[in-house]
């Protein structure tokens, strides 16, 4: 004779199956939550974040605890994410994942690269890199995962910059057709020479630029350097020297034309910022960052993408640190196009730039010599 239990057991098994967590596929939507988290960043896109949230958000942050509903943090990251461009985020280690047995509970521990540029209290922009690790616990409810907790730390001496980041495809796009549109392909050294009027006096600038690196400038009767075969230098009254980097942040700042037609030689690691004002317009803006890590941007027209203007940043302590140049009166000098005037606008300082000559792919070894 059956005993009862004997006639449940059949009866049991396939609600256990049915009660049975695929915790591999819990794991495999955990880190999709995670790279739609990553994803937001590079969008900025706040609501995409706070999807993944619980109802409330438990954070540990400098000592502190605190308590958001999602539609708070929701607010908190919108405003973050405000003006905000990604140039990485980027895991420096796989994130370490751990699932309750049940598979309800899900613990993740992170450590990420982060280079960020953002607005600045001056309406100016500014760049930040970082290294911060957290750990974050999550929840299965609803069919998803949502965050419960987040307990953040910072890294006190972050790298200069992220390895690994992905180069931004949006900026590709931009420099790559104001290139065509410039004809700029062809032009492997470039000769400008300039007379400038300043805020005081008048004074002559030549600048010589090659496509590898390359460069001349002379700026009056004095200030001579260069970049040669054998690496960056300045003329010190007949005495050449190596240039330091505030000296070489000079001469690549005034290297216009080939920064026009061929940014990624003098700039690196471009970065699209979305459509900007500009001079009391606005245009499509993309940053690049100079040899010190700053960022320099380039403005686009938004219907043809030819530039019209440059913001730098001044390295030598002299005058406002903001530099926005403005480019005019284009012309098409052997096929490509080139401005004829530039206006440097430095704080109250204005310097007014009239080539005089322009002339491509005819300069020898020797115009990059010091002389």
């Known amino acids: 004779m059956l005993r009862p239990a004997a006639l449940l057991l059949p009866l049991l098994l396939p609600a256990c199956a049915r009660d049975r967590v695929d915790l591999a596929a819990r794991r495999v939507a955990l880190e999709a939550g995670l790279a739609d988290g990553r994803r937001a960043h590079f969008a900025t ?27 708070s943090v929701h607010a908190m990251f919108a405003r973050y994410f405000a003006g905000a461009a990604y140039r990485a ?15 309800s509970l899900a613990a993740v521990l992170q450590v990420v690269c982060v280079d960020r540029e953002e607005p600045d209290d001056q309406g100016e922009r500014r760049r930040r ?80 630029s090659a496509r590898d690196g390359r460069a001349r400038l002379a700026l009056g009767p004095k200030f001579v350097a260069g970049f040669g075969p054998e690496g960056p230098w300045l003329d010190d009254g007949g005495r050449v020297e190596t240039a330091d980097s505030v000296t070489r942040s000079l001469v690549r700042g005034h290297e216009l034309h080939l920064l026009v037609l061929a940014p ?33 941007i380039l403005y686009f027209g938004r219907r043809d993408t030819l530039p019209v203007g440059l913001r730098l940043r001044n390295h030598t302590g002299q005058g406002a640190a903001r530099v926005d140049v403005v480019f005019g009166d284009w012309e098409t000098v052997d096929g490509v196009r080139l401005f004829r005037r530039a206006a440097f606008l430095q704080g109250s300082d204005r310097y007014d730039y009239r080539y005089t000559t322009l002339r491509l792919n005819h300069l020898a070894d020797a115009d990059f010599e010091p002389r």
């Open 264 to 296: 990624e030689t003098r700039l690196h690691d471009p970065l699209f910022l979305g459509v900007l004002p500009w001079q009391g317009d606005s245009a499509l803006a993309v940053s690049l960052l100079d040899e010190l890590g700053t960022p320099a």
């Open 89 to 103: 985020w980027e895991n420096l280690e796989p994130p370490r994942i751990t699932l309750s047995d049940d598979g």
């Open 45 to 71: 896109d706040a609501r995409l974040l706070a999807a993944g949230l619980d109802d409330t958000l438990e954070s540990l942050d400098a000592g502190a605890w605190s308590a958001e509903p999602r539609d």
């Open 129 to 208: 890199v970082f290294v911060t690790a957290y750990s974050s616990s999550y929840r299965w409810r609803d069919g998803g995962w949502r965050m419960q907790t987040v307990a953040s730390t910072f890294r006190p001496d972050p790298p200069a910059r992220c390895l690994g980041a992905v180069p931004d495809a949006a900026a590709r796009r931009v420099l790559d057709g104001a290139a065509h549109a410039l004809g700029a392909a062809g032009v492997q050294t470039v000769e400008a020479v300039a007379a400038v009027q300043g805020p005081r006096r008048r004074f002559a600038a030549t600048v010589h």
